[in-house]
């Protein structure tokens, strides 16, 4: 087996001896944290009740998953975290009885695990060194670090993955993951931003998610029940809802010449370009004369720079970056989880009656699709994905290629 010399100058990795730290740490958090500690805390602290009121605010979320092994896994990783975090029980554990009886070596190891607090982590991978070995990069710390982790090697066998979020824990040499391995297919980095800033409008920055998820990680952990949602793609266009916002303290139609349609209702412009407001696009600026504010939107990249890269050379100052860029898949699941409807666009309704049916309605047919095939997938069963296609309004052939790879990757994570 390799050394991995990894980055920025750091020393060589010895992966032989962090296979034997591996296996020396998953036999004593077997024995220890698994067989006794955990139950312990549990009943000491009435965890178990604590995460069953927490989870009957999520009725929907826990009756769609319909999962016994799930279930018992997030108890488990609920448990763990709150006796490892930053702060966690661990520290109050270590002078009870019950623990001081343990073995010196048990002992110890507890021990080295409250100087090491525990962590959720949302991560890429940046690089795979050795077999079962992953170099991943928290995408909020910024910081790197070596994982050993069979569960991901498995998983990726299955299929591709755009992030993952694990609860993870440090033995010596590396990072393990503790309970559910939470693959995200479709998610992205923006996704969890926009999920995290719904579910707390306070947070303003990385440390904020970082510290929101180590306060309350069990809405996070509840993401698993859009995992299997893929990327949807238009053509080479990916169906992202992009968009941002600018002050204007004026703003004259007649300035943007012939490359636009203009509309007026209720102190709204609506702008559309020509080009970029058909689909998969939907590029189109909202000018609002009370708030003297102007909010591009779009559905995919492409459209959105393309829609302020016009209004660039009309002599707007717009950014190139968006403030909001959110998948239709993380919507679905942000409802769900949340229990309220989201709505992106607070100008959309002002103008509905003047879009064509397809504009109006395309997005809300592929949510509503996403909707209708989730508790198939999660319940193993193979969903009618061309008769609820019809039944939406949706192409089947779209149908099928937003719907088709998620279904063969639930089958084969289940072993059927």
Not at 45 to 54: A, F, M, V
Not at 105 to 130: G, M, N, T
């Amino acid at each position: 087996m390799r050394k991995y010399a990894g980055r920025h100058g750091q020393k060589k990795f010895d992966f032989e001896d962090a296979v034997k730290a591996c296996e020396s740490s998953s036999e004593l958090s077997a024995r220890v944290v698994e067989d006794f500690l955990m139950y312990y805390a549990a009943r000491q602290e009435h965890l178990d009740k604590e995460l069953d009121t927490k989870l009957s605010g999520y009725r929907d979320v826990v009756r769609l998953m319909d999962n016994e092994s799930w279930l018992s896994g997030l108890k488990a990783q609920y448990i763990v975290h709150r006796l490892f975090k930053e702060g966690g029980l661990i520290g109050k554990y270590l002078g009870h009885n019950a623990v001081r009886q343990l073995g010196d070596k048990e002992v110890e190891y507890l021990r080295f695990q409250a100087r090491h607090p525990w962590r959720f982590s949302f991560s890429v991978i940046a690089d795979e060194p050795a077999k079962q070995f992953y170099e991943m990069e928290d995408v909020f710390r910024g910081e790197r670090f070596i994982l050993y982790s069979p569960g991901t090697d498995y998983t990726l066998s299955a299929n591709t993955v755009e992030l993952w979020f694990n609860l993870i824990g440090f033995n010596g040499k590396c990072w393990q993951t503790f309970g559910p391995i939470i693959p995200f297919r479709g998610f992205e980095t923006d996704d969890i931003w926009f999920f995290a800033t719904e579910l707390n409008r306070s947070i303003e920055d990385e440390a904020g998610i970082i510290a929101d998820v180590e306060k309350n990680p069990l809405p996070y952990c509840l993401l698993i029940s859009g995992s299997e949602f893929p990327v949807t793609v238009a053509g080479k266009n990916r169906i992202v809802f992009v968009s941002a916002e600018y002050d204007l303290p004026s703003f004259s139609g007649e300035s943007l010449g012939d490359g636009f349609y203009v509309e007026y209702n209720r102190n709204v412009y609506r702008l559309s370009p020509k080009k970029w407001s058909e689909p998969p696009h939907y590029g189109e600026g909202y000018y609002d004369e009370k708030r003297r504010s102007l909010i591009l939107t779009a559905m995919s990249d492409r459209g959105f720079a393309a829609l302020g890269g016009m209004l660039k050379q009309k002599g707007f100052d717009v950014s190139d970056e968006p403030q909001i860029r959110v998948s239709p898949a993380m919507i679905v699941t942000a409802e769900r989880i949340l229990r309220r409807k989201i709505r992106l666009n607070p100008y959309e309704s002002l103008f509905e009656k003047e879009r064509s049916f397809e504009q109006r309605r395309e997005m809300e047919k592929l949510n509503q699709l996403l909707q209708l095939i989730l508790p198939d997938i999660n319940a193993g069963r193979e969903p009618d994905i061309e008769a609820l296609a019809v039944k939406v309004g949706v192409d089947p052939l779209l149908a099928k290629h937003v719907v088709g790879q998620a279904v063969k990757r639930a089958k084969k994570l289940r072993g059927s």
